[in-house]
């Protein structure tokens, strides 16, 4: 199917319809966030799914009911998605935890009042296209990817959901307000998840001993992580995504990459780069 029949186009970039219906975009356009609430915000394949485990972890003290009981789609519900609308979130007790895809353009008015806790996952772009041309192919609410070199066009082009990444990590890096807001990387992540994790439970507020960082990061390595059924997308029916494919935590590592495109991808994806982010300041741990 085309991006005509599968996708919508929302403030300017590709959304599936399957996932985002209008009411619901209507529903985030109006939610009201509390600055207690901590929101994770990627651009797709970033390391959501991982910040799903690893924050209500850092909440609960290291007690893993959270993530043992809860699909990690209703534990931090996506605000833009239709479970959102469902999950009578304005009930929920805080700190409240959220996921988004949105680029900071798009946030609604009471993210800018209210000025909730963001953290911010950035990663390699190239493995970002990696993982997604996995992904594109196994579930069925995304347009097939194509080949490699079509989906790598539309990648760098943004024709793919939530748009392109270089627009979606400017804006977020050029936000206002920037004391609301934690910046990290997947490769950090992957280098060091303990100081990772203290990291993140600081800007929260959360006050934990070295123990219990201990086993928060144990707990979310990507072995072990994988093991976790209500975070590893197996409840997800294969119609929907078929795992046969491609898994949802599929590799977990930084540089795949390299294993993927062939040397004249890798040439242009680069220049892309280069020329996209030539006057953003930030250190990339990738470049
Ligand atoms: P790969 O496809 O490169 O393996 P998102 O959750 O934003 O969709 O991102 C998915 C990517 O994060 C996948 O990358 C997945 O394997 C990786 N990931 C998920 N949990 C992880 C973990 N515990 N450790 C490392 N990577 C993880």
Redesign the pocket.
Known sequence: MTEAELYSVYKGVYVPSLLHPPECLKHYEDFSFRPDDVVIV?Y???????MQ?IVPLIQSGGDPTPVETVPNWDRVPWLEEHRAYLLNLEERPSPRIFATHFHYNMMPQSFFKDKPKVIYVMRNPR?VF??SF??YGMAAYLVNPGTQTEFLHKFLDGQVMFGSWFDHVKGWLNATDKESIMYISYEEM?MDLKDSVTRMSKFVGKSLTSEVIEKIADR???KN?KKNKMSNYSLVPTEFMDQSKSE??????SG?WKNQLMVAEAEYFDAVYKEKMKDVKYNFVWD
Do not use: A, N, Q
Request: charged share 25%.
């Open positions: 990627t797709p394949k970033s390391g959501t799914t991982w485990e493995d990696t993982s996995h992904y992957i979310c390595v990507f992580m949802f935590l599929r590799k977990g590592i795949d």
